[in-house]
């Protein structure tokens, strides 16, 4: 069963074909691992997917639901910005360079999905949000910022803050590439025990080794579209 569908998406950014027609469903359940060179539209295909930008064509469906703001010819459908809202809380996205709000406290970046978009009390927010930070390994950095954090701390805090709005998918967009190498291992290993509890995931990812033991498919983008789908077994030959 399909949680996420994406048809035939374009986009293009100042007259620069960046997505020509990506085509694809993720599974429930499904981990894939997104490979491809650097301006291949990789990240502008997940920003597409977590409603932070519009498409210029094509559909997104979640759950078998029409999301997002244009229809099939791009026409704007004129959701309200709080609708949106709504909808991109069910797509759970994980930026390379964190974006935490940096006058905020870590638990105080965590609740806030809860207090603006879900309407959930601070009391209530305070208790979720404490609760994801110690599924991260961090409840007790829960009143640092994010400066007084190491990278992989943060990026472990801005999975929280995800996570905490119970969405159907996550989307990380190369989670451990701004990280010191000594940092990568603590993300992937959060992502990987995310993985194993059945979470519907897109890893975009340059950590090869790390594809081959978590996705269960993988996906070659080049040049805006997806050259080649398949299960990691294809593409990697060595253990
Ligand atoms: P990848 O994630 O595979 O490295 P991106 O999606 O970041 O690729 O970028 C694909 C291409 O789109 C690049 O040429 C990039 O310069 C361009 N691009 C991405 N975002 C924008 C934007 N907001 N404005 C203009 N060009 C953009
Ligand atoms: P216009 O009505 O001028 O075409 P849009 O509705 O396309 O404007 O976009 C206005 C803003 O709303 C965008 O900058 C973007 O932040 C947000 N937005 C619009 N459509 C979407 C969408 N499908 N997904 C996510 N955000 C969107």
Redesign the pocket.
């Known amino acids: 069963q399909a949680v996420l569908q994406v048809k035939d998406l374009h986009k293009n ?2 007259g ?1 074909a ?1 997505l020509k027609g990506v085509q694809f469903d993720v599974d429930k359940g499904q981990v894939k691992a997104v490979l ?1 060179p ?8 997940l920003r597409l997917m977590a409603l932070l930008e519009p498409a210029d064509s094509g559909e997104i469906h979640l759950k078998g639901r029409r999301i997002g703001s244009k229809d099939h010819k791009g026409h704007t459908l004129h959701l309200p910005e709080r609708q949106l809202a709504v909808q991109r809380q069910e797509i759970g996205m994980v930026f390379q360079r964190f974006n935490l709000f940096p006058h905020l406290t870590a638990v105080r970046n965590v609740m806030l999905g809860l207090t603006s978009v879900k309407g959930i009390s601070h009391h209530e927010a305070r208790a979720q949000a404490m609760d994801m930070l110690k599924k991260v390994g961090l409840e007790n950095r829960a009143s640092h910022f994010p400066s007084e954090l190491s990278g992989g701390q943060q990026q472990r805090v801005a999975i929280a803050r995800a996570l905490v709005l119970n969405p159907s998918v996550m989307l990380f967009d190369e989670p451990t590439s701004a990280l010191d190498p000594e940092l990568v291992g603590e993300v992937l290993e959060v992502i990987e025990r995310l993985a194993e509890t059945g979470m519907t995931m897109i890893v ?1 990812t340059h950590e090869v080794r790390f594809a081959r033991r978590v996705a269960n498919e993988v996906t070659l ?1 080049d040049g805006g579209v997806i050259v080649e789908q398949g299960a990691p077994e294809q593409f990697f030959d060595n253990p």
């Open positions: 950014y100042n620069n960046v491809g650097s301006g291949s539209g990789k990240s502008t295909m975009v983008f």
